[in-house]
């Protein structure tokens, strides 16, 4: 009798575990009542026939996140959950991480220094009013470009203000100059001086990585040339706030690096927050760079790119 129930328990789970059918499915298809199912499925477990594995990604994240912390000497890490290994699909998922890190650790009187480009503009979009006072918002580089690629640098500031009941701090100039010296005498103006200083004294800095190819925003901008883009790609691994940087975080072009209106590398190195939202294959090597270099305390990523930095 026990052998002929073993046999009926294990061809019950094989029904329902494997083919997918619902207990009542079961019952029909070997004529059996429901309730009689249900309890050669509990007895299948019993017996040790069916073992049920729940791999938690979530309990995963937690290891990742302890691991990154360490090996980089980060401040605070979160590392969240994307259903694909795949660029579009993991940045909706980090922005709104980034959103929601801010919305639970941005206090009365901070000054947050914001960058710009797509990932920026994912999180923006999806911050919501805040509940505090005497807060800034800045702009941590130059907007305006005369391509009519789309920096999403206006937007961006305004939803930032917005959600953080707030003017926004423009900084209205092209990022990347084209030459030094111009670069210079704009700066002198006391009004660009206000918000570069501003910029610095920003104890919150949110900001991405980009890449080095014909594709990057940066480089769709207008602001290099072709021979530059060329050395850019041999040299450096990407760029934060538009600075170039190799593959040790050391800035590797001084002279595109000296036309640049935007916030210094060492600058952000300063900062209580300094908060890298990033993922995707294509950033590994930027991502990697930006935390060995401690231009970033903080990391918002997914469960991809963590276990590739792991590496």
């Known amino acids: 009798m026990d052998n002929e129930k073993q ?9 329902y575990y494997q083919s997918d059918y619902s207990q009542q499915q079961v019952a029909s298809e070997l004529g059996i009542s429901r309730p009689t199912i249900s309890r050669l499925l509990q007895y299948a477990k019993e017996k040790g026939y069916v073992k049920i594995n729940i791999n938690d990604p979530f309990s995963d994240l937690d290891k990742l ?25 993991s940045l ?12 639970e650790t941005i206090k009365n009187g901070d000054v947050i220094g914001v960058s710009w480009g797509t990932t920026m503009y994912e999180v923006a979009k999806k911050l919501t009013p805040q509940n505090t006072k005497g807060v800034e918002v800045v702009q941590l580089k130059g907007g305006i470009s005369h ?28 990022v990347i100059f084209d030459s030094c010296m111009i670069r210079e005498m704009v700066e002198k103006d006391s ?24 594709e990057a925003l940066l480089f769709r901008l207008g602001y290099l040339n072709d021979t530059e883009k060329q050395s850019l790609k041999q040299k450096s691994v990407g760029d934060i706030c538009s600075r170039f940087f190799d593959k040790n975080g050391e800035i590797c072009n001084d002279e595109i690096n000296n036309r640049t209106m935007g916030i210094s590398i060492d600058a952000l190195k300063k900062k209580e ?7 995707g294959k294509l950033k590994l090597n ?13 990391l918002i990523t997914d469960q991809y790119s963590a276990k590739e930095l792991l590496k």
Do not use: W
Request: charged content about 25%.
């Open 191 to 214: 009004n660009i001086r206000n918000i570069i200083e501003m910029g610095i004294k920003a104890n919150v800095a949110i900001f991405t990585v980009g890449t080095v190819r014909d």
């Open 7 to 15: 046999k009926l328990s294990v061809k019950v789970a094989k029904l």
């Open 273 to 279: 927050k300094s908060i890298l939202v990033a993922c």
């Open 92 to 103: 909706e998922y980090i922005s709104k991480e980034a959103a929601e890190y801010l919305h």
């Open 147 to 174: 391509s009519e690629v789309n920096t999403y640098a206006s937007e961006t500031i305004s939803l930032f203000a917005g959600a953080f009941q707030t003017l926004p701090r423009y900084f209205p100039l092209p």
């Open 65 to 89: 996140s302890c691991k990154l912390k360490e090996k980089y000497g980060l401040n605070d890490i979160r590392v969240v959950f994307s259903p694909r290994d795949d660029y579009v699909s």
């Open 286 to 298: 930027a991502i990697r760079a930006a935390l060995k270099a401690k231009i970033a305390n903080i």
